[in-house]
């Protein structure tokens, strides 16, 4: 059980361009989900805090114009990376949050994005 | 925010040894610590968690133990096995409702046979 899929899982656009990326708990419903970037050898930096139905939460220096959160259902948030440029280009890994009192927390497999 | 830090970047052991991966917490006020395995081009995959009531926990091959006292958190794989190999991470939280995980930087294990 919590299984959350995260699609695409590798993806390549132009510079200027903006790139979706989606997380979905597959069964279960995410009140709560997060947002993380992976830079090469480095470990996952939180981004954002989506909460249904309510603006995301940033982390300081996060851009939230650049980094657009929706997430509008229990079972769907998505990741809009804006006229994204190369500096953009990271591992992007979407998390949920589930359970009562004691939280337990479930990862996508991730989205390699490379802009060119 | 604060954070949580390890204290090697690599370790190199030999098959069928114990490995010890050591995590250094900040925040006193986390009562939740979980480890996680990470394979190249891969999300996180659970492995062990603890909270804070406990100081000690045992899984299959692995053992987390955790010390308030100094903030230290620590991963025990027994009889290492070159599958191992991967970067770990610890994470904290406060588990409450909303707040997310924050990760360690990561140790990466090279297991030789």
């Known amino acids: 059980g919590a299984v959350v899929s995260q699609h695409p899982s590798r993806v390549i656009c132009k510079s200027g361009t903006s790139v979706k990326i989606e997380c979905r708990s597959l069964d279960f419903q995410a009140t709560t989900m997060f947002w993380y970037r992976q830079f090469p050898k480095q470990s996952l930096m939180l981004m954002a805090t989506s909460n249904e139905g309510s603006k995301a939460t940033y982390e300081q220096g996060v851009e939230k114009d650049k980094f657009l959160i929706n997430h509008a259902s229990l079972t769907l948030s998505t990741l809009t990376v804006t006229s994204a440029h190369p500096e953009d280009s990271s591992f992007y890994i979407c998390?949920?949050?589930?359970?009562?009192?004691?939280?337990?927390?479930?990862f996508g497999s991730g989205t390699r994005l490379t802009v060119v | 925010g604060e954070s949580v830090g390890l204290h090697l970047p690599t370790l190199s052991v030999q098959e069928g040894d114990n490995s010890i991966i050591n995590c250094a917490y900040s925040n006193s006020a986390s009562d939740y610590f979980i480890w996680y395995k990470q394979e190249s081009g891969k999300g996180p995959q659970f492995i062990i968690d603890?909270?804070?009531?406990?100081d000690k926990r045992q899984g299959q091959r692995v053992t987390v133990l955790l010390n308030k006292t100094v903030k230290h958190l620590s991963l025990q794989i027994a009889a290492t096995q070159p599958g191992d190999s991967a970067v770990y991470f610890c994470?904290?939280?406060?588990?409450?409702?909303?707040?997310?995980?924050?990760f360690g930087k990561g140790t990466t294990l090279s297991v030789s046979s």
């Open positions: 603890i909270r804070s009531n406990m």
């Open positions: 998390s949920a949050a589930w359970g009562y009192a004691n939280y337990g927390y479930t």
């Open positions: 994470a904290e939280t406060e588990n409450q409702a909303g707040t997310a995980l924050i």
